[in-house]
């Protein structure tokens, strides 16, 4: 078993930044792809980000390349979303996620609980 606890979440203003972190127990940290979804209002939960075990390749669907960052630290068991350029579309429920490899799947082995995001104008 694998328990994902998410931080980082809150509100800010359309243009700024947050960065979330998610801190891993159970298992090996660095077996692990790690990833970040994010669920707004009435719409599915959609991919945002993930990154290797190794943390040498990283992956971002299109509309936050270049605005979000996803890292990892394994040696304190924990993975970053670094989220910049914040718009109307980021409002969310963020999860971590980890799975046994990429590309990572619509329902990963491990969910965390959420952090939500609130972008205001």
């Known amino acids: 078993q694998v328990q994902l606890v998410e931080s980082g979440g809150g509100a800010v203003q359309a243009g700024g930044s947050l960065r979330l972190s998610c801190v891993a127990s159970?298992?090996?940290?660095?077996?692990?792809?790690m990833g970040w979804f994010r669920q707004a209002p009435g719409k599915e939960r959609e991919f945002v980000a993930a990154?290797?075990?190794?943390?040498?390749?990283?992956y971002n669907e299109g509309s936050v390349k270049g605005r979000f960052t996803i890292s990892r630290e394994n040696a304190k068991n924990t993975v970053y979303l670094q989220m910049n350029s914040l718009n109307p579309d980021a409002p969310a429920v963020y999860y971590c996620?980890?799975?046994?490899?990429?590309?990572?799947?619509?329902?990963?082995?491990?969910w965390g609980q959420g952090t939500q995001v609130t972008v205001s104008s």
């Open positions: 990154i290797t075990g190794t943390g040498r390749r990283t």
């Open positions: 996620a980890a799975d046994s490899g990429l590309p990572m799947p619509e329902n990963p082995d491990y």
């Open positions: 159970g298992r090996t940290f660095n077996y692990f792809a």
